[in-house]
């Protein structure tokens, strides 16, 4: 019933209604061997985007089901893997190396009903007094980072709220939605193969429509389209509140549609269903960034900084612990700048305060947390809340002072270490992860190493390192220095090889450790339990591999006896 339950309606009470029905469940499904489509063009002018993948597409295969776990048994010899969706998982994915986690999870979501409020003046919908209305069976894959899985879930309550259906399968849908990412070139390899993909169903059913949005819709717009005419509508992230009307357009006879707004009207918010299983779920609080970093492309996507009202933040958590969410995962291009277009910056440390009050959560994690907004009071604000994980995500990109500056970064090497060190003063069992660029132009050898000193002398819990991407209408884009690729991507490897060694010592020392876990699920391979401990975010770290002869709960909390590891995961049972 842990499962079944997650489908019921539901909505809180608040002045902006923000109540949606407890979402479709989202999982991978198998797609089959469809031929692509083939009408994409291949030869472009320079600073275009390629519209033909560099690489296949992917088969996935998601199973819905929980199962209790066989017997125990020793942990079998398994490569690195990461399950994107543990709870329902019967198969798991490779863990892609050197790529940031814009680029891992894909969703679709499952058949759920309408809620019981189908109707909100705050999404300015369309009349459809001229619309015949026709219910449609709607497939959806979203790519990319877990604001834009919200913004999904947003999409799919409008969906479910004018009549329509999901479906798992995409040979089953009417039509097909791409939730795109674009913000780096492999984030826009993997949009572009997962449009191609659903276009290709149109062979088999050529009413089929495809509508693209996301980041990559409102970055390239047009060009879609020209490029791959198989796509029935472009939606930019300002249209979304519109979905259901340019469904409803496109089955009544419109063709090759496209819908775009300004910035500012980007929904911050609004009623949702949930697409991550049913215990843990993302809050966004705030749209765009101020940050302007020089290789970012974010702020010509999301617009500049918006702050969600924090009266708005707080009726969804409670609602979302209504529905049984015990992790809430706090999002945003920099949580740590929320409230600063206010005139108020630290208003993270407030929001804090009012999330931890709300019964039924038990666990409040920050992701995205930069450095130079790491203050005392914001130390003080995840002490002083017990349920605020001692867990950060601090994007800091490197750590040469020539880069840092470059870079438009607002901090230097000795400000790092100081903001790192009273972090792990402050809160002794903090796990701190961060993401870095190699081959920044213009990054000479010595750079570099400075960059592989500080790695070993941090000696980061998590860390990811990536090629540097140099991204169109960017200022990074357009410096002298710029580095080959092979080059770059030598250089990001030697990085990771660097913390491949601190992850094996830090994982390793964990064996013969009771840690507290909260279950995801169980892995159909294995056998095992899929639990996560406080210093593993879903989706981006590793797993507890727990063996149990009695049954364990997706959304319980367990003690674990750690007795061996590998480098992302850990194997235990549970504590007598």
Not at 416 to 436: A, F, H, Q, S, W
Request: hydrophobic share 35%; glycine share 6%.
């Amino acid at each position: 019933g842990r499962v079944e339950s997650r489908g019921r309606e539901g909505g809180f009470e608040t002045p902006l209604p923000t109540s949606g029905p407890r979402g479709a469940q989202s999982h991978l499904t198998e797609r089959k061997n469809q031929p692509r489509a083939t009408s994409a063009r291949t030869s472009l002018k320079k600073n275009q985007l390629c519209l033909w993948p560099a690489r296949s597409a992917k088969p996935f295969d998601r199973k819905n089901k929980i199962r209790p776990a066989p017997p125990a048994r020793e942990p079998a010899q398994r490569k690195n893997q990461l399950c994107l969706w543990p709870a329902r998982s019967a198969s798991r994915l490779t863990k892609r190396k050197n790529l940031p986690r814009a680029t891992g999870a894909q969703a679709i979501l499952k058949k759920n009903q309408p809620c019981r409020n189908t109707t909100s003046n705050r999404y300015n919908r369309p009349s459809r007094e001229k619309e015949s209305i026709i219910r449609m069976k709607i497939a959806c894959i979203s790519l990319g980072c877990p604001k834009n899985q919200v913004d999904l879930d947003v999409m799919v309550h409008i969906l479910l709220s004018a009549g329509h259906e999901t479906v798992a399968d995409l040979a089953d849908a009417d039509v097909i939605l791409v939730n795109t990412c674009g913000f780096i070139e492999s984030a826009k390899t993997e949009a572009i193969e997962n449009i191609l993909e659903a276009c290709s169903y149109k062979q088999a059913n050529p009413n089929l429509k495809v509508v693209v949005t996301g980041c990559l819709a409102e970055r390239y717009r047009s060009q879609i389209e020209e490029e791959i005419p198989e796509v029935d509508a472009v939606v930019g992230c300002a249209s979304n509140k519109a979905i259901d009307s340019i469904v409803a357009r496109l089955f009544n006879g419109e063709e090759h549609l496209e819908s775009y707004g300004l910035k500012r009207d980007f929904p911050l918010g609004g009623k949702r269903v949930i697409g991550t299983p049913a215990h843990y779920a993302y809050l966004k609080i705030a749209e765009g960034c101020n940050n302007r970093c020089h290789y970012c492309a974010i702020p010509g996507i999301r617009g500049p900084l918006r702050s969600r009202e924090m009266a708005d933040c707080v009726a969804e958590a409670r609602w979302l612990a209504g529905e049984g969410v015990k992790e809430l995962i706090i999002v945003a291009q920099d949580p740590t700048a929320y409230g600063e277009d206010w005139g108020k910056p630290g208003s993270i440390c407030e929001l804090l305060d009012k999330l931890n009050k709300i019964p039924g959560l038990e666990w409040i994690r920050i992701m995205y947390a930069y450095p130079e907004r790491i203050t005392d009071d914001f130390i003080a604000a995840m002490k002083r809340n017990e349920k605020v994980l001692p867990y950060l995500d601090l994007p800091i990109q490197h750590c040469n002072d020539t880069i840092l500056k470059n870079m438009n970064r607002r901090s230097n090497r000795a400000e790092l270490l100081d903001v790192i060190g009273k972090l792990r003063r402050e809160i002794p069992n903090i796990t701190l992860r961060t993401t870095l660029i190699a081959g920044f132009p213009g990054e000479t050898e010595e750079q570099f190493e400075d960059l592989c000193s500080f790695v070993k002398e941090v000696q980061f819990d998590r860390l990811g390192c990536f090629a540097y991407s140099a991204e169109e209408n960017t200022v990074a884009a357009k410096m002298d220095g710029q580095i080959e690729q092979e080059v770059k991507d030598k250089r990001a490897e030697l990085v990771m090889q660097i913390q491949t060694g601190i992850m094996a010592q830090k994982q390793a020392a964990k064996v013969g450790q009771t840690v507290r876990v909260l279950c995801d699920g169980v892995d159909d391979e294995s056998g095992l339990y899929l639990c996560r401990t406080a210093a593993d975010a879903p989706e981006v770290d590793g797993s507890v591999c727990v063996s149990s002869e009695e049954p364990l709960y997706p959304g319980e909390f367990y003690d674990v006896l750690v007795d061996d590891s590998d480098l992302y995961d850990l194997y235990g049972t549970v504590a007598k």
